[in-house]
């Protein structure tokens, strides 16, 4: 019998899931996101048997993602402002950490390579996240089945695993940005500081400067319904250099099918609509730009981290 052997690559990645699980910040951030949960899932029952029938009333398990009364946001919203901050916290100290407490040295002097710890940092945090965000949803799915005795379609199912793919993709890209500020920084506080910093700027100032600007150039009295259409599409490009509001939109189409479009679209283009829920395929041809872009970004941060680390000199 030939003893099969753990790669050092995954020896790593374990070692990482296991301190994540047992470092305090994940489990108060998890505890946060836990009440969060519940209490959308909550409110999502109460409402879903008393939803009006609409073009997507068919899919009753997919409404527990985005049904609320209005006392709090639907899952996705939360999950906009809570994702950035769950990434950041996983990563803001994985490199600078290390250095700070003297173990870099020690790891880089064992038989491994140096992009192996890097790699292990990201990957470690990404499955602890796959565990954590198909379990909620596994969950949601198993709520609703209880509740309502219905079962979900595979149209639903594939719709729920592509927008639990979405969340992982999301916090990649703050988790990616957060390593690269740990490999750059070497204090952990100036590394949370950043981080958190291009967070806010992107979820509250970009937006209001996007909006100040676009209010100072449109030009003032009548203007023609395609001219309204091309000034507000400029707007919307503008707003997707924000990670947040690709997630949003990407979120929205595939939780709600009877969206058609995420851009800017005139009445003559509306006219001709067939009033139907769109189908899974159109819904994620139509969500692929976001992601996409959501995916270019992580791999520019990562990319960045890596260049940066592989150039770092580590020394005791």
Sequence with gaps: MIAQTTSPLQVMVNKEMTDHIKSRRFLI???LLILIFAGTLYLALIRIKDVPVENDANFVILKLFSLSDGSLPTFHVFLNFLGPLLGIAM???AINGEWNKRTLIRIMAQPVYRDHLLLAKFFGAIQVLAVLFFSISLIMIGAGIFYTGVL???AEVLRILAFTLLNLVYISFWLGLAICSSVYFKNVA?????CIGIWLFLTIIYKMLVNAVAAALVPKGYLMPEEIVSYQQVIINFLRLDPGHLYNDAATTLLLPSVRSVSAISMEQMSGAIPAP???MNSLLAVWPQVTGLLAGTTLWFALAYYLFMRKEIKA
């Design 278 to 280: 769109l189908s899974f």
């Design 152 to 154: 979900p379609e595979p």
């Design 29 to 31: 951030l998890l505890g």
């Design 190 to 194: 100036t590394s949370a500081l950043v």
């Design 91 to 93: 990563g803001f100290d």
